[in-house]
């Protein structure tokens, strides 16, 4: 059973910095767009950034300029390099991708998330 598994997420003061990554678990056909969400609590879970196969990337406006969003296709590997970290960057971030893993169905996988917190 495939699935996506996050790491770096930690304690940091803010104005310091993270990196999240996030990769299947086991062997995978293809990798399509890979994105990070985050739930802060008491708050709905929000797009942060995504990456298509190609190199696009989107995010959220409260992130431009402080996160980067890349991945590496040779490791199937997503990475969220976060700078400038805020308070308010405190939440569960969650890695999603749509995965070829047998056949011809795409299917989306979500991890299981990692905890960031920025201490004031």
């Known amino acids: 059973q495939v699935q996506l598994v996050e790491s770096g997420g930690g304690l940091v003061q803010a104005g310091g910095s993270l990196r999240l990554s996030c990769a299947p678990s086991?062997?995978?056909?293809?990798?399509?767009?890979m994105v990070w969400y985050r739930q802060a609590p008491g708050k709905q879970r929000e797009l942060v950034a995504s990456?298509?196969?190609?190199?696009?990337?989107n995010y959220a406006d409260s992130v431009k300029g402080r996160f980067t969003i890349s991945r590496d296709n040779a490791k199937n590997t997503v990475y969220l390099q976060m700078n400038s970290l805020k308070p308010e960057d405190t939440a569960v971030y969650y890695c999603?991708?749509?995965?070829?893993?047998?056949?011809?169905?795409?299917?989306?996988?979500w991890g299981q998330g990692t905890q960031v917190t920025v201490s004031s």
């Open positions: 999603n991708a749509r995965l070829l893993v047998t056949g011809f169905i795409w299917k989306e996988y």
């Open positions: 990456i298509t196969s190609t190199g696009t990337t």
């Open positions: 086991g062997s995978v056909v293809s990798v399509g767009t």
